[in-house]
Antibody, heavy 120, light 110 residues
Framework: QLHLQESGPGLVKPSETLSLTCTVS??????????WAWIRQPPGRGVEWIGS???????YYKPSLKDKVSISVDTSRDQFYLKVISVSAPDTAVYYC????????????WGQGILVTVSS | QSVLTQPPSVSAAPGQKVTISCSGS????????VSWYQQLPGTAPKLLIY???KRPSGIPDRLSGSKSGTSASLGITGLQTGDEADYFC???????????FGTGTKVTVL
């Protein structure tokens, strides 16, 4: 059974960089049928797709976030990563990692989420 | 400022039916598959419908998805208290080259 687990700091200071890791277990991240994404949800609000990465490193980002975020993958570790630079209060959210089915574009597996608070 | 618009809330009595709409455009719903997700309080979203109308294993047939033009809908019949949750639609947008989620709809069982 595939499992995704987010990890990283729960508190980040304003202007610093937020770094999260998603570890994939019970399956391989090197699947040609899937891609891997980061999604966030500010408290009390809807979900926002941040971007995605394919096993070969190809990435897509939400246009309004592309200058602020980067996503990468390490197939040898079955992990993918999110970096958000120059964080501020609006970046406070639960961050989820998820698996998407390629071509059909739907997510069939999510991590439990990690709350990241931006505060001094 | 999501490109997919949903009603903020819908409600009905137990046993009744609700329909949640998701309105988009030709660059997303009009040309790509739609999926639907349920989010219970404090949990991660869960896939309910994929490829417009298909249900994953374990999702009951009282949930259904449909699409017409640039709009999609999720129907829930035989409403139960356990259906109280937030529901999101999602699809790929070919103009943005990004996945987009709907604004979300809260379902309340009266």
């Amino acid at each position: 059974q595939l499992h995704l687990q987010e990890s990283g700091p729960g508190l980040v200071k304003p202007s610093e960089t937020l770094s999260l890791t998603c570890t994939v277990s019970g399956g391989s991240i090197s699947s040609i049928s899937h891609y891997w994404a980061w999604i966030r949800q500010p408290p009390g609000r809807g979900v926002e797709w941040i971007g995605s990465v394919y096993y070969n490193g190809d990435t897509y980002y939400k246009p309004s976030l592309k200058d602020k975020v980067s996503i990468s993958v390490d197939t040898s570790r079955d992990q993918f990563y999110l970096k958000v630079i120059s964080v501020s209060a609006p970046d406070t959210a639960v961050y989820y990692c998820a698996r998407f089915r390629a071509f059909s574009d739907y997510s069939d597996m999510w991590g439990q989420g990690i709350l990241v608070t931006v505060s001094s | 400022q999501s490109v997919l618009t949903q009603p903020p809330s819908v409600s009905a009595a137990p046993g009744q039916k609700v329909t949640i709409s998701c309105s988009g455009s030709s660059s997303n719903i009009g040309s790509k598959y739609v999926s639907w997700y349920q989010q219970l309080p404090g949990t991660a979203p869960k896939l309910l419908i994929y490829e417009d109308s298909k249900r994953p294993s374990g999702i009951p047939d009282r949930l259904s998805g449909s699409k017409s033009g640039t709009s999609a809908s999720l129907g829930i019949t035989g409403l139960q208290t356990g259906d109280e949750a937030d529901y999101f639609c999602g699809t790929w947008d070919t103009s943005l080259r990004a996945f987009v989620f709907g604004t979300g709809t809260k379902v309340t069982v009266l």
